[in-house]
DNA sequence: CCAATATCTCAATATATATAGAGAGATTGA
DNA sequence: TCAATCTCTCTATATATATTGAGATATTGG
């Protein structure tokens, strides 16, 4: 991760439409979802807006579309949002361990399934 | 962190001065630096371009400001950013354990600070 | 108080981004 | 093959964002 692709992944996140899918997408899991069935959860968005965003989020590696039938299915990348996480703690944590600290402390409560691995 | 501020922070840090102004600060420690020592790190940008993107920071919530006799000095809000991490990590981990644990796991490895701390 | 310094504010302009609507390409089932 | 379905592309337009330059405001030292 480098800064040009944190910066288009940044961007990519600063839509409402475009939050809103990935977190659609990552709670749909690998199994992804229709750009139809995205665009019914967004409010019945038009096709072309659709269109547009997905392919934002696509372009900045947030999202993968393979094609099935008559839809394309859209999923998260979560390699690309683990590498943006890590892209803003490495670059804060460096200096200045009380912003990773909060945060890895709140995380390592919430994610059980990470305890007794994440102090590797 | 609800989703109107951190799509303000995504906003925020989806500028390239911008996010090179954040990195710095962060760098840069509680002290701060001023408006002017700011500009000089990022190719000598003019007065007008530092103050509105700076203040674009400070309204993302991102830094904050101080005057300090003729100066203002900025410095990096660490709970902001930290809250910001979070905000993705919580909202990606809630389901999905391989978005975070590769980030918990390179941080961990990365911020000796937080060993013995992490798994609270 | 005055001149110098540091930064902000405002207006004009350039550029980028978001949305809607019309229509094209791909795929499937009859 | 034909009609239906799904999604994309293209064009026009609206809106938001970034940059510059001129000038205003606050602070300090003489």
Known sequence: ???????????????????????????????????GAIGDAMDGASSSRMSFHLSQLEHAGLVQSRREGRSIIYSASYPALSDL????????????????????KALSRQCDHVKGDAHV
Request: with cysteine; proline share 5%; aromatic share 4%.
């Open 85 to 104: 996480i890590q892209f803003l703690m490495r670059d804060c944590c460096q200096g200045h361990p009380e912003v990773c600290n909060p945060a890895l």
């Open 1 to 35: 991760m480098n800064d040009k692709r944190a910066l288009d992944a940044f961007s990519a996140l600063a839509q409402e439409t475009r939050l809103r899918i990935v977190r659609l997408l990552v709670q749909a899991g690998p199994g992804g979802m229709s750009a």
